[in-house]
């Protein structure tokens, strides 16, 4: 693989939640166009890989390099212009509760562009119909549905046409149909604009349909990063696990068990 | 755990102390990043806005003024009542517009303008910037490249500054007012020469006390209830405990400051 056109490149990163170590020794690649999926049960650290991932945390050690640049390393105004080129759809949507839909949308471009008011507005309607939000602009985010919501997050995510986009568990808390219509819309993204997606989530139906490579954590390590079909391949017990939805059967060390019972006490 | 009770109340005073450091220091910072935003934002490609100004100046200030006025008259009321009650016991009732004049432009007006813009709006920011904070809007903020603190504490203290010592001058006019309204009544001093004898009696550093006292409060409010909305993290609960504390801390936190700031500059 050529270093250059990596969109992502996630070399030994460590960190830590206080004095607890939540990913260890993580390193994985996603080339420009590619849509990486981020797999892994709860708790297995794949949120945090994602928040270290948007630059909202500093690492204890190793570099996630994004178009290139060491995020570990830039300065403000560095990642202020990275910034314009990342798009990211939160888990609950997160929009701007006092702000309509259409408002939403515009932010990013009110922000980073000099764009007069009319274009604005143009753009963001352009972003809505590409989410079948078309018409919605006026409604406030309280008065929209679950599904409704994260397509409006995407449009934002979107509307600077970013080179990277991040989507946080996509299909969590929608129905089936509605998840797949999300599923097919991230295909597109990928087809008409060339964007690398890394897509978070725990849902495997969704995960294979859209992956070009998948990500498995699992306790803060990465257990494989491959093709779909080496994934689905793989004899490792825990991904065959995660795949089959088999319950984990670890057997307990007793004495640690008693530790964990008894800590702070004696 | 079981250790011995003193050292476990030791280590708790520590770790209280610990807390209250860390979280006077968080603040400094906080209002340091706000003035910066404020004065170089514009090089730094990321103004604060002046229509976010005035919209948080109308939801602060301007909204604020039928309660401010409605409290501040009552008390200037309550100040002729009490002041000719005293002085009456001396014989002279006259002297109570010098009371009036002095403790309403130095002391009650900035108190009770600070103390009901903490509770309305130290609480409303604590509220509104935890919500953000718990559904990742903050987040959210962040990642499309806006500062939270350039775009939502910056816009608040300028707004703050602006419009609580408007309003304490507001509130001093209106409560002279309705110290003028009782002597009228029960001296039958006429309205206009009370406020003739008023203003006989103030010189400009009366008004200047009261006012530099109001900055300092819009700078607690606004601090106060936006570090306490920001460091939310546990859900309805958390917003709900941090609005609390917002509002508290923000009146307590003003009559300290009152009391400091009287104590330094008074004697």
Known sequence: MNSTDLAIDVSHLVTHYGSRKILDDISFQARQGEIMVIMGGSGSGKSTLLRHLLGLHQPTSGSIRLLGKDITQLSADEMYDLRKNMGVAFQGGALFNSMTVGENVELPLREHTRLDENTMRIMSRMKLEVVNLAGFENLMPSELSGGMIKRAALARAIVMDPRLLFFDEPSAGLDPVVSAELDELILILRDAMNMTIVVVTHELESAFKIADRITVLDQGRILMSDTVAAVRASTNERIQSLLNRTPRNEAINPDEYMERLTREIF | ?267
């Open chain 2, 1 to 267: 755990m079981t250790l011995n009770p003193l050292l476990s109340f030791v280590s708790q005073v520590g770790q209280r102390s610990l807390q209250s450091v860390r979280e006077v220091g968080y603040h400094a910072a906080l209002l340091a990043e706000a003035f910066y935003w404020l004065l170089f934002g514009h090089w730094r490609r990321q103004p604060v806005r002046l229509g976010a100004v005035f919209k948080e100046a109308v939801g602060v200030g301007v909204n604020a003024i039928p309660i401010v006025a409605l409290a501040s008259f009552a008390t200037g009321m309550m100040l002729a009542i009490q002041g000719i009650y005293t002085l009456r016991t001396f014989g002279a009732e006259g002297q109570v517009v010098l009371g009036i004049a002095l403790s309403v432009t130095r002391e009650f007006a900035p108190l009770i303008t600070g103390i009901f813009v903490a509770g309305r709006s130290g609480s409303a920011i604590a509220a509104r910037i935890g919500t953000m904070q718990i559904s990742q809007e903050i987040d959210a903020l962040r990642v499309i490249g806006i500062n939270p603190v350039r775009y939502l504490v910056a816009p608040l203290l300028a707004a703050m500054l602006l419009t609580l010592p408007a309003l304490t001058i507001l509130s001093s006019l209106v409560a002279l007012f309705g110290g003028a309204l009782y002597c009228a009544g029960e001296l039958s001093l006429p309205i206009d020469i009370f406020f003739a004898r008023t203003f006989e009696v103030l010189v400009a550093d009366d008004v200047i006390h009261g006012v530099l006292k109001s900055f300092i409060f819009a700078v607690i409010v606004t601090l106060i209830g936006a570090g306490n909305g920001f460091n939310v993290s546990a859900g309805a609960e958390g917003v709900g405990q941090a609005t609390t504390r917002a509002v508290v801390l923000g009146c307590i936190g003003i009559i300290l400051a009152d009391m400091v700031f009287t104590f330094l500059t008074s004697r």
